[in-house]
């Protein structure tokens, strides 16, 4: 394995081609565009949850509060389209036209300013990256720079999620309140409601979810991801190998911000509105329980856990309302007590070997040279834990 | 405190350092010198401040008064990076290794190259890094088990794994806290002819309770109680001080 | 946002929020002691602390059903075994999660994290099934009910001054048995040494399960208190919760003290802003100067610097 450090051993490879077989192929032929609409609003938390196995899987961050950065995300999205809907002809039957209605409503008579850049295209799409960035930077510094972690990280993340949906949810007359950003109608005149512009739209969700795969592919295969796993299990080993550790949590949890922000913003163009219901406490720690169910080690599971949780709470809550928050809290406790690796841990342990099997017996036939490597990154350090 | 814009000749000089923890004087008004090329042992009854010492020359204890130089350059302002970087490295008592990586990674993470959160992302694995690794490797003794996982070694392996992980960065001080503590009769001679070797042309701080160990390696000893000094020189002197004797032996 | 009122009406809005603020400072001590009994001194989140608050709530509504129904005659001071009821029903279900989930997870402080607020599901939804999802209040015997008049502008009311009486004996009691009794002395011993508390003979088991149930068992007294000035639902439990960790965070984890000083000046804070701006600012205000503060000063107002 010294020698022989490929960006993706065979089996990562496969696990990808799988995901984008089914993203692409099977699931637009499997489903009407009313559940595709759905599997495509579910596949926007997958990026929290890939974010979270990069911060919290491999370097040991609890956020709960990546609620934060989808809203943030999505918000700045909602903006836009708001205000591309908004126009005076639009909205001629308001005291003031050419505003959002809930700032109608809530007598708001000029356009507050920090929405005035909002109606510019580029500096939305730049401002849904910068915007999360910028803000788990700055939280990332103030608390990594003077060791606060674990737990206490985790309360404080909360903390902020909480702080930011009373915010929003106070201030209806700039953010429209509990309702959030509704009536969300077309994107540069094109009318992102229809069945083509759903089908559209979850082709470029999909692309953006295998885009956001491969880029944590890249760090988790360089020295970087091997650091993030050091420093959350030797932190101060990784600051005596004269590391700033500070900066690599910093880096990680920007990263992570960064891919639920573009979660967020998908979700506002696929779902048609946004709300603070997706920023507090609770979809927060949601988003943590999908990564946890899928493994918090491997970016694969975490894109399958996400599918499966939220398949499970569609299904049990129009049928079983009251069951479900058994088994979503029942889910917590198992993933936590007796599967720590959850779907990945479990496909590790029974099924990889078997495909590793029929993948280097296909191998073995078409070229005879070496050995493959055993597969690592995605899920190789199950095995250890499990030794433990 | 005239001496403290004194530049010497020491590779590392410590003068008036003080830490205390709520009123307790961990380190008390301590001065120490480090020559070039020197083994300099560190012994003391539990509680006499020995690793607290090392904590402060690294800068996992902020100091309260007093500085430490390291060829000459003041360290007590800068954060613990900062310093490994100045060429001082650090052992703990416990073998503080990645398990979860191999042992070839483990080295590798240590190779002082890459150091930025960039420079990581972009870290190629090249020759250089490989033969380094290698060479490394063969020191302590774990050539055969570069791809093991560093989890599976044993208790002796993993603390010369980490003396490796130190020599590849080829610190100018290395500091080791309790080297051959729960080690084999074996492992403890392997420890102390790897010492004996690694120490050509850097100097090293030990702190160790195992006298026949200090004894074997040791150019020079302090004796530290109660955050002070309490006797210093060869292991000879030492050892015939009546205060230390009265120390070690007394109450 | 002071010129519209004379200095004797800033006073008394003062007087009047500050003791409104009080009562608030009584549910946030009470729910943090458990919390930071358990937090504190085992190291462990629990997430669930509200809903074993709400469990006490619980229990005191159909003490005071039952009484009502049956001893009417008792009424009036069916309050006490209501609390003792709560104590001993939290405590309990406190001892039985210790068993079945905590023990498991005391070196993996995230994971309990998470353990804990499924199980805090759970028990929300139970209480859905059981009580349904509208909110219970209680009946308060009569020597509970009206105020004292102070001046003509100030009234306190008795539910409040019972609450703050109640919380001052319970914050003695918690102190008394924590750094005076014996159970304390092995609680702080396990939790310094556990492989020594061990071998010195103390059951570390043992008194696990007894702290995790006696923090839960202040959550239950907690929750009794909490119905004489609020009702009660299946999720009030979690509206505290976020509030109750920075206090007992912010007051430094492991100090009693600290805990009690941090619950004083943010449930002051809150109830003082929110007579000026609107409630959901002051709690904005609030939650942003602590977590500002937290993270100038990560280690909480109250904490010794320590040798590593």
């Not at chain 1, 309702?179 to 999909?206: C, E, F, Q, S």
């Amino acid at each position: 394995m010294t020698s022989n450090k490929s960006f993706m051993s065979r089996q990562e490879l496969l696990g990808i081609l799988v995901v984008s077989a089914l993203l692409f192929i099977v699931m637009p032929l499997a489903m009407d565009i009313f559940r595709l609409n759905l599997f495509g609003k579910y596949l926007t938390y997958a990026f929290v949850a890939v974010g979270l196995v990069l911060c919290w899987g491999k370097c040991g961050i609890l956020s709960l509060g990546q609620g934060v950065f989808f809203g943030l995300g999505g918000y700045c999205m909602a903006m836009y389209l708001k205000l591309e809907s908004s126009t005076p002809e639009a909205t001629a039957i308001q005291s003031t036209p050419g505003i959002p209605d809930f700032m109608d409503w809530n007598q708001i008579t000029a356009l507050p300013w920090f929405w005035e850049p909002f109606n510019s295209l580029t500096f939305t799409l730049l401002a849904i990256i910068v915007v999360p960035a910028v803000f788990a930077f700055i939280i990332g510094a103030a608390m990594f720079k003077r060791r606060v972690g674990g737990v206490y990280f985790a309360i404080i993340t909360q903390a902020i999620a909480a702080i930011l949906t009373i915010l929003i949810i106070g201030q209806q007359g700039y953010t429209g309140g509990v309702n959030g950003i509704t009536d969300l109608r077309t994107l540069k005149g094109w009318d992102i409601r229809t069945d083509d512009a759903k089908y559209i739209l979850y082709y470029v969700n999909g692309a953006l979810l295998v885009g956001v795969l491969l880029l944590s592919q890249i760090v988790l295969k360089s020295k970087l991801g091997r650091l993030l796993v050091a420093v959350r299990d030797q932190e101060d080993r990784v600051r005596f190998s004269g590391y700033d550790v500070s900066n690599i949590k910093i880096f990680v949890f920007c990263f992570a911000a960064v891919f639920s922000a573009i979660g967020g913003a998908m979700f506002t163009l696929q779902v048609g509105f946004m709300s603070p219901s997706f920023v507090g406490i609770v979809p927060s720690i949601e988003m943590v329980i999908f990564c946890a169910v899928g493994g918090r080690l491997s970016i694969l599971g975490a894109v399958y856990g996400t599918l499966l949780v939220n398949w499970a709470k569609t299904t049990f809550s129009e049928t079983f309302p009251e069951l479900w928050l058994f088994g979503l809290g029942g889910l917590f406790i198992a993933v936590v007590l007796v599967f720590p690796n959850g779907l990945s841990g479990l496909y590790q342990s029974y099924l990889a070997p078997l495909v590793d099997r029929v993948v280097s017996a296909g191998k073995r036939n078409s070229r005879t040279d070496a050995a493959p490597p055993p597969s690592s990154g995605f899920g190789a350090e199950t095995t250890a834990k499990a030794a433990e | 405190m005239n001496t403290l814009n004194n530049n010497t000749d020491f590779l590392l000089s410590i003068e008036n350092l003080t830490v205390s923890f709520d009123g307790f004087k961990a380190v008390d008004d301590l001065n120490l010198y480090v020559d070039e090329n020197e083994i300099h042992v560190i012994i003391g009854p539990n509680g006499a401040g020995k690793t607290t010492v090392l904590d402060l020359i690294c800068g996992r204890t902020r100091s309260t008064d007093g500085s430490i130089k390291f060829r000459n350059k003041e360290l007590t302002s800068m954060r613990e990076h900062e310093i490994v970087r100045e060429g001082v490295g650090r052992k703990f008592q416990n073998p503080s290794i990645y398990e979860d990586l191999t042992v070839f990674e483990n080295l590798e993470l240590s190779f002082p190259r890459g150091r930025s959160v960039w420079g990581a992302l972009t870290f190629q694995r090249d020759q250089d890094v490989k033969i380094r690794v290698h060479e490394i490797a063969e020191m302590v003794f774990l050539n055969e088990l570069l791809d093991k996982q560093a989890a599976l070694l044993s208790h002796g392996q993993k603390q010369w794994l980490e003396i490796g992980m130190l020599l590849i960065q080829d610190p100018e001080l290395l500091m080791l806290d309790e080297p051959v503590a729960g080690m084999s009769v074996s492992e403890r001679k392997q420890t102390a002819k790897l010492l004996n070797e690694i120490t050509k042309g850097r100097s090293v701080m030990v702190v160790e309770h195992d006298m026949k160990f200090v004894e074997d390696i040791a150019h020079r000893v302090t004796v530290l109680h109660q955050g002070k000094i309490l006797s210093e020189g060869s292991m000879a002197k030492v050892q015939a001080d009546p205060n230390v004797i009265d120390v070690y032996l007394g109450h | 946002m002071f010129a519209d009122y004379t200095w004797t009406e800033l006073g008394s809005i003062f007087a009047m929020q500050g003791f409104a603020g009080l009562i608030l400072f009584s549910v946030f001590v009470l729910m943090a002691l458990g919390l930071a009994i358990i937090f504190g001194q085992m190291g462990v989140i629990n997430m669930a602390h509200g809903e074993f608050m709400i469990l006490g709530a619980y229990v005191t509504y159909l003490c005071s059903n039952f009484f009502e129904a049956y001893l009417p005659a008792l009424f009036g001071i069916y309050f006490f075994f209501a609390m003792a009821l709560a104590f001993l029903a939290a405590g309990t279900l406190g001892a039985l999660v210790e068993w079945s989930l905590i023990r498991h997870l005391y070196k993996r402080p995230l994971d309990t994290l998470l353990a804990t607020w499924g199980l805090s599901l759970i028990l929300q939804q139970a209480y859905r099934s059981i009580f349904g999802a509208r909110e219970v209040g209680v009946t308060l015997p009569n020597w509970l009910l009206g105020s004292v008049p102070l001046t003509d502008i100030i009234e306190i009311p008795i539910n409040g001054i019972f609450v703050m009486v109640l919380t001052f004996v319970i914050a003695i009691a918690v102190y008394f048995i924590l750094f005076r009794s014996r159970m304390g002395m092995q609680t702080r011993a396990v939790v310094q040494n556990r492989v020594m508390a061990g071998a010195v003979g103390i059951n570390t088991e043992k008194v696990d399960r007894n702290t995790f149930a006696l923090g839960c068992g202040i959550a239950g007294i907690a929750g009794s208190a909490f119905t004489m000035i609020g009702s009660t639902g299946p999720t009030a439990g979690q509206l505290y919760i976020v509030d109750t960790f920075l206090i007992v965070v912010f007051g430094g984890a492991a100090s009693l003290v600290g805990t009690i000083a941090s619950s004083f000046a943010i449930s002051q804070a809150q109830s003082t802003m929110e007579f000026f701006l609107s409630g959901s600012m002051a709690k904005v205000l609030t939650l942003l100067t602590v977590v500002g503060i937290l993270m100038l000063r990560p280690q909480g107002l109250f904490s010794l610097k320590i040798r590593r």
